[in-house]
T-cell receptor, first 114, second 118 residues
Framework: KAGVTQTPRYLIKTRGQQVTLSCSPI?????VSWYQQTPGQGLQFLFE???????NKGNFPGRFSGRQFSNSRSEMNVSTLELGDSALYLC?????????????FGPGTRLTVL | AQTVTQSQPEMSVQEAETVTLSCTYD???????LFWYKQPPSRQMILVIR??????QNATENRFSVNFQKAAKSFSLKISDSQLGDAAMYFC???????????????FGKGTLLTVNP
C-alpha cells in the first residue's frame, strides 16, 4: 500500500505570495492532519480534517487554511507569506476507529520564503 | 493545555550499547496516548512505539521499550543494542483520548538528536 505523499517536496516563494500544498493520504485513511516543523518552534499542529470537515485547529493565524476533498486528499493554503512561514510542512493520515488511530507521516514539503 | 518536554537536546551512544531518552509531560487528563516517533535525517517520521495511559504494562517493540510512570508523568524510551540506523531525531508525543477518539492532535516535544558511534 502506498504511503502518504506530499507535493511539491520543495517550494520557494517570496513574501506576500500565497502557496498551496497537497497531501494524499494512505488509501482508506479518512483523517488528515497537518503540522509545521521549524527549528525554533518544533512540531506544531495546524489542523485536522475528517470527511471534508475540519475537526481540530491549532493556534495559527487565519492566513493558514485547509480543506479536504471527498477522496480524502487534503490541501493547505498559506496566504500573504511571511519569512517566518519557512518550514517543513508535514501531513499525516490516520485510519480511524482503531485503538491508537496511529498517524502515518508523509515526507513533507519544504517551504522557503524569501 | 498539554505540554511535552524532552530535556536532552542531544544524546550519543556507542553501537551495541543501550541508551535512554527522557520525556516528561504535563496534563490534567487521565486518559491519553503517548508515542515516540523517529525522524532520520531528510527522511519520513515513523512511529517507534506507543503506550495507552490506562495500561500499566510498559510497551515494547523489539529493541525499543518504554518506562511509563503515570504518576510522575514520565515516558522514557530505551533503545537496546543500538545500531547505526537508529541515528535520528526522536520525538515524544502526546494525544488526548477525550472527544471519543476524535481528537487527533499530537503535541510534540522539541526532540532529542541521537548519534550512534561505531
Amino acid at each position: 500500500k502506498a504511503g502518504v505523499t506530499q507535493t511539491p517536496r520543495y517550494l520557494i516563494k517570496t513574501r506576500g505570495q500565497q502557496v498551496t500544498l497537497s497531501c494524499s493520504p494512505i488509501s482508506g485513511h479518512r483523517s488528515v492532519s497537518w503540522y509545521q516543523q521549524t527549528p525554533g518552534q518544533g512540531l506544531q499542529f495546524l489542523f485536522e480534517y475528517f470527511s471534508e470537515t475540519q475537526r481540530n485547529k491549532g493556534n495559527f493565524p487565519g492566513r493558514f487554511s485547509g480543506r479536504q476533498f471527498s477522496n480524502s486528499r487534503s490541501e493547505m493554503n498559506v496566504s500573504t507569506l511571511e519569512l517566518g512561514d519557512s518550514a517543513l510542512y508535514l501531513c499525516a493520515s490516520s485510519l480511524t476507529g482503531t485503538v491508537f488511530n496511529e498517524q502515518f507521516f508523509g515526507p513533507g514539503t519544504r517551504l522557503t520564503v524569501l | 493545555a498539554q505540554t511535552v518536554t524532552q530535556s536532552q537536546p542531544e544524546m550519543s551512544v556507542q553501537e551495541a550499547e543501550t541508551v535512554t531518552l527522557s520525556c516528561t509531560y504535563d496534563t490534567s487528563e487521565s486518559d491519553y496516548y503517548l508515542f515516540w516517533y523517529k525522524q532520520p535525517p531528510s527522511r519520513q517520521m515513523i512511529l517507534v512505539i506507543r503506550q495507552e495511559a490506562y495500561k500499566q504494562q510498559n510497551a515494547t517493540e523489539n529493541r525499543f521499550s518504554v518506562n511509563f510512570q503515570k504518576a510522575a508523568k514520565s515516558f522514557s524510551l530505551k533503545i537496546s543494542d543500538s545500531q547505526l540506523g537508529d541515528a535520528a531525531m526522536y520525538f515524544c508525543a502526546y494525544r488526548s483520548a477525550l472527544g471519543g477518539g476524535s481528537n487527533y492532535k499530537l503535541t510534540f516535544g522539541k526532540g532529542t538528536l541521537l548519534t550512534v558511534n561505531p
